[in-house]
């Protein structure tokens, strides 16, 4: 490719891929509005003609009521529902926030009692706002700077930050976006740590052996690949992985930060 086109190439690139981005955080966005804020800790994904219960929080009212990932949800309070929109729909108007559901495990009929939550809206909407300053900024790097390697790396935490901050800030939606917001929450819980990591371990400068070994940085991202592997295949504890990810690349990158700090003034 000739160096003049690349960086048209380079910027066509990320631009579609903010605008994709953009537009489906948008969309994801007014239909959780328009759902209500009424939580049970878990998403309702419609699977086969079913509405399959996934993305049940560690600790949240469905966890305590004793609903798992993969339950069935046949009937909230003695009523069908033909959709999850619907059944959101239902529990956001109901007046009492205790409800039965009616849920089918391994063919056999279960009855969970669920405390729904009112959400807050003011903090699920700082996040969610200010996720855009975050794919705003990274996006404005790699246009100035669509050569530079660094500013690659830094539009991939902005960009990553987004889809956490966007994603995470929002609750219940219809079909297709419940499925895919799951997998996007999965994809940045894994991802998000160890790139920001490797951020650290470049900018300003690349410190220790990944001076001369920079492809070494890779290796780090293999844990996260790992238990995304695992995570689909239920051999592990999402959760447990998820905090302990955080903490330990967390502390990673503060040293980085911390080193290449004083690298610089000397």
């Known amino acids: 490719m000739p160096l003049n086109r690349k960086p048209r190439y380079i910027k066509s690139t990320f631009i579609l891929l903010t605008l994709i981005s953009l537009t489906y955080a948008i969309i994801n966005g007014i239909l959780v509005i328009e759902g209500g804020f009424r939580s049970d800790d878990c998403r309702w994904i419609w699977r086969d003609g079913n509405i399959e219960i996934r993305g049940v929080t560690r600790g949240g009212v469905t966890d305590r009521a004793g609903v798992k990932n993969g339950d069935i949800l046949l009937k909230i309070n003695g009523r069908y529902f033909a959709a999850p929109n619907d059944a959101q729909e239902y529990v956001n108007k109901i007046e009492d926030p205790r409800a039965v559901y009616t849920i089918l495990r391994n063919n056999t009929e279960l009855e969970k009692v669920v405390i729904l939550e009112d959400r807050s809206v003011v903090i699920p909407l700082v996040m969610y706002l200010t996720a855009f300053v ?133």
């Open 134 to 266: 975050f794919l705003f900024v990274g996006f404005n790097i790699i246009i100035n700077n669509p050569l530079h390697r660094i500013s690659h790396i830094y539009y991939y935490l902005s960009y990553f930050f987004f889809l956490f901050l966007a994603f995470h800030s929002t609750g219940q939606t219809i079909e297709p976006f419940a499925t895919i917001s799951i997998y996007i929450k999965l994809l940045t819980k894994a991802l998000l740590p160890p790139i920001l990591f490797h951020f650290f371990a470049v900018f300003p400068q690349r410190i220790f052996f990944f001076k001369s070994y920079p492809r070494v940085i890779w290796l780090f991202y293999i844990p996260s690949i790992l238990y995304m592997t695992l995570s689909q295949l239920k051999l592990i504890n999402s959760g447990r992985y998820n905090t302990i990810s955080f903490v330990i690349y967390f502390i990673l990158s503060l040293m980085l930060l911390v080193y290449n700090y004083n690298g610089t003034r000397e």
